[in-house]
């Protein structure tokens, strides 16, 4: 148990990394996912483009939602969104700065399997299979066919087994074009999806470089914020719990010493340690009113330091001068001498 607990809280102390490595392991899981499954093409002529389309978009949507819900900072975006103004404004910079890394993190699954599935080529060849130019790969000698007899045949290019248009054109010309279209496709999607993580990743914190400090900083605070004050609840809790099942014992020890004429044990030295981490707070109607108090009007960003009796330095405030004044006594005699 300790090896796991050890674990946990490097997780925790490393949620960045954390995250990264969920990520990956769901875009390999994507991957994999998409290897093992079975792309059957129903080669009808109102299925194939609704079939091919919902295989190349659906479990993307799919797996970007996943990348939300894997996310721990999910729920702490949304109650930074729609908890009341208080005391303490609310920037939207911060929020859209956590909304962006979290996007950014839930991206890389459903961009792997689009960029395998365009690969792959199955998907297009499926759903544009009717769409292929027999003016120019096929046999313009064939006789002519009427619109829907021509869509019904190309709509079987995929299924090679029940293809009968080899005298219109040929199952592997139309295949190999429509896959060809497909990997040049996914190919380009690579490069864009390259090129935009590029840009967003390395030039856009060189043009907003202090608002993107910024924004970074107190989402980083939110987080800790949120930890903090979870670990402080914990810790009340415990307390809490402690001293009201120390109490009721010592209270069941009294009502047997009275029964018994027994005299009641000393209460443990630990209780008083327990009452003092309660801060006062120690009914139910107070921590309630505590805690909604948290919600409603968080405290403030701004701390109340003791006033110096110097200032900081930055501007030139509480230098010590050049030359030290001189008293008032050796002025006048100064002057009285010249």
Same mark, same amino acid.
């Given at each position: ?12 102390? $490393?949620? /960045? ?26 080669? !009808? ?10 295989? !190349? ?8 939602? !996943? ?51 365009? !690969? ?14 027999? +003016?120019?790969?096929? $046999? ?26 080899? /005298?219109?054109?040929? $199952? /592997? ?61 914990? +810790? ?39 009452? /003092? ?52 006594? +050796? ?8």
């Amino acid at each position: 148990m300790d090896k796991f607990r050890m674990i946990f809280q490097f997780l925790q102390s $490393n949620q /960045e990394s954390f995250m990264n490595g969920i990520c990956g392991i769901m875009a390999l899981a994507s991957a994999q996912m998409y290897s093992a499954f079975d792309f059957n093409c129903p080669c !009808l002529p109102r299925y194939n483009l609704a079939y091919g389309l919902g295989i !190349l978009l659906v479990p993307p949507f799919i797996l970007f939602l !996943l990348g939300f819900v894997l996310n721990n900072n999910i729920s702490m975006l949304a109650e930074e969104w729609r908890r009341p103004q208080g005391q303490r404004g609310k920037d939207q910079a911060v929020l859209r700065y956590m909304f962006c890394s979290m996007a950014q993190r839930a991206m890389i699954a459903p961009v792997v399997w689009v960029s395998v599935t365009l !690969l792959d080529g199955k998907c297009i060849t499926c759903a544009f299979c009717t769409l292929v130019p027999v +003016e120019t790969l096929g $046999n313009t000698s064939h006789p002519g066919l009427s619109q829907g007899e021509m869509k019904r045949v190309l709509a079987r290019i995929p299924c090679k087994e029940i293809y009968d248009g080899q /005298e219109l054109i040929a $199952n /592997e010309v139309a295949v190999r074009y429509l896959r060809c279209i497909s990997q040049a496709l996914g190919w380009c999607f690579v490069l864009l999806m390259t090129t935009l993580a590029f840009l967003v990743r390395s030039l856009r914190p060189c043009f907003t470089q202090a608002a993107f400090l910024k924004s970074r900083y107190w989402s980083h605070y939110i987080d800790i914020e949120r930890k903090l004050f979870d670990e402080t609840c914990a +810790e009340h809790a415990r307390s809490f719990a402690k001293v009201c099942i120390q109490q009721f014992f010592e209270g069941m020890s009294t009502d047997l010493a009275a029964t018994r004429c027994h005299p009641p044990k000393k209460a443990p030295a630990d209780a008083g340690e327990a009452a /003092e981490k309660l801060l006062g707070i120690t009914d139910q109607g107070t921590m309630n009113m505590a805690l909604k108090s948290w919600h409603r009007c968080k405290p403030p960003l701004h701390l109340h330091p003791p006033a110096l009796a110097s200032g900081n330095g930055w501007t030139g405030e509480g230098q010590t001068p050049a030359h030290p004044p001189v008293p008032r006594r +050796e002025t006048a005699a100064y002057y009285s001498r010249v």
